[in-house]
């Protein structure tokens, strides 16, 4: 998947425990964005980061969930006291800034969290 | 709310026969479209993309359909073969930001499943 790296790929957690979802992006990219697929539907929308910014984070939940790009290093997304229904598929893309592919949005694999 | 619909969940096509895809939104103001490819444990890969000023683009054996004033789009797959079998998502958006970049609305997905 043109090169971003997710991990880990699974990840279980107990309920009331942290998660903590990573995402590099692909080489040269400056935007990363947070999509959740539930089980039988398609992707949402998170939150949209740049370095040190969040752009736009009208698809988080209020509550538990944060996400941070900083200089260097992964993008995070953070899920604080896990519950049953956290457990989805996250998937982080990452695309150019300013080039005529900006429209393109490259995904990673994906990380399957399970809530127990 | 929905903007961006996928009505059937799923579509079986015998090999070497065309697969259709269907997408409907409700946003007027989307004005660039995407169709992903998603196996199993992996990330959406995508595939070819769609802008409101064209009613058509082709990409070897697919080719996308717009047609803004039903606010409809289509992927043919032709001819199909086992390996397309795979989720298809549809995606829009009303273009970019003002950060640069797009903020794409996903359809729920359609399995394909090509039959040899």
């Known amino acids: 998947n043109a090169g971003v790296m997710q991990n880990p790929r699974h990840l279980v957690r107990r309920r009331g425990q942290e998660a903590r979802l990573r995402c590099s992006p692909m080489?040269?990219?400056?935007?990363v964005y947070w999509y959740r697929q539930l089980p039988e539907e398609g992707l949402k929308f998170m939150v949209y980061?740049?370095?040190?910014?969040?752009?736009?984070e009208s698809g988080m939940p209020k509550e538990r969930f944060s996400a941070e790009f900083p200089k260097e290093g992964p993008s995070i997304l953070r899920i604080q006291q896990v519950v049953r229904g956290d457990s989805a598929a996250y998937f982080c893309?990452?695309?150019?800034?300013?080039?005529?592919?900006?429209?393109?949005?490259?995904f990673g694999p994906g990380t399957r969290l399970t809530v127990t | 709310d929905q903007q961006v619909k996928q009505n059937s969940p799923s579509l079986s096509v015998q090999e070497g026969r065309i697969s259709i895809l269907n997408c409907d939104y409700t946003?007027?103001?989307?004005?660039?479209f995407l169709w992903y490819k998603k196996y199993p444990a992996e990330g959406p890969t995508f595939l070819i993309s769609?802008?409101?000023?064209?009613d058509k683009n082709e990409d070897g054996r697919f080719t996308v359909f717009l047609n803004k004033s039903a606010k409809h789009l289509s992927l043919h797959i032709v001819p199909s073969q086992p390996g397309d079998s795979a989720v298809y998502f549809c995606?829009?958006?009303?273009?970019?930001?003002?950060?640069?970049?797009?903020?794409?609305?996903f359809g729920t997905g359609t399995r394909l499943k090509v039959l040899a």
């Open positions: 080489k040269g990219h400056s935007h």
């Open positions: 995606a829009a958006s009303a273009g970019e930001n003002t950060s640069g970049t797009y903020k794409y609305i």
């Open positions: 893309a990452s695309s150019p800034l300013g080039t005529a592919s900006s429209y393109e949005q490259y």
């Open positions: 769609i802008s409101s000023i064209k």
């Open positions: 980061l740049q370095k040190e910014n969040i752009i736009d």
């Open positions: 946003n007027s103001m989307f004005d660039y």
